[in-house]
Each structure stands twice: as C-alpha cells, then as structure tokens.
C-alpha cells in the first residue's frame, strides 16, 4: 500500500494564499485533491497525470488553484490562491495505482491521505 501524509492546511483569509502538500510513500500513477465540506460530498478540486504534464480542475477554483507534483520527492502539492470562504473543507489527497485518467472521480482512486482542515475567513 501507498502511504499519503498531507500537511499545510490551517486558517487563511479571503484573498488570501495557502499551500497543500501530499507526501507519498512509494510511487503512484494519477494523483488528486478532493474536499468536504461540513454536511457536504466529497467532491474532486484537481488532478494530475504521473508526469505532471496534464491537469484538470473542477469549475469552482479553476484560474484561482494549481496542482503540481515532484516525483523526485513524491510530493503533489495545491497551491491556492485568490481563497474564498467556500473553499473551507476537509482537504484530502488522493493516488490512483494506475495512470488511467478520470482527474476527479473518486472510485478511480485507490489511496487517500487523512484529511487536512482549510478554514477561510
């Protein structure tokens, strides 16, 4: 199994910036970020391929958040910007074992990290 351990998370304020990242354990294929808000889905935020060259993000943070990975430390990182007060959740990093590419469907991902809080103000 892969071990995700994300860290980064804490309160910010609208406008404001803050940096996710999702340290892996061993190698993966498409890595992901999704979020949940209280009394809410679990929804897909962003995605990437193994090589980083493809991403995709959902409507709601496209322009305003930015996905990107070092496989040299098997980091993916979530860089967002611009933050809205919709943006607070339960941030969960997310590996598919394979390089099959469906960015934002949750069942395409086998390996989830713990979850880490984004509270915007």
């Known amino acids: 199994d892969v071990q995700l351990v994300e860290s980064g998370g804490g309160s910010g304020q609208a406008g404001g910036s803050l940096r996710l990242s999702c340290a892996a354990s061993?190698?993966?294929?498409?890595m992901a970020w999704f979020r949940q808000a209280p009394g809410q889905a679990r929804v897909g935020v962003a995605a990437?391929?193994?090589?980083?060259?493809?991403?995709f993000y959902a409507d709601s943070v496209g322009g305003r958040f930015t996905i990107s990975k070092d496989n040299g430390k098997n980091t993916t990182y979530l860089d967002m910007n611009n933050l809205k007060p919709d943006d607070t959740a339960i941030y969960y990093c997310?590996?598919?074992?394979?390089?099959?590419?469906?960015?934002?469907?949750?069942?395409?991902?086998?390996?989830w990290g713990q979850g880490t809080q984004v509270t915007v103000s």
């Open positions: 990437i391929t193994p090589d980083g060259a493809r991403q």
């Open positions: 997310a590996a598919a074992g394979s390089n099959a590419w469906y960015p934002l469907r949750s069942s395409a991902y086998n390996w």
């Open positions: 061993g190698s993966t294929g498409c």
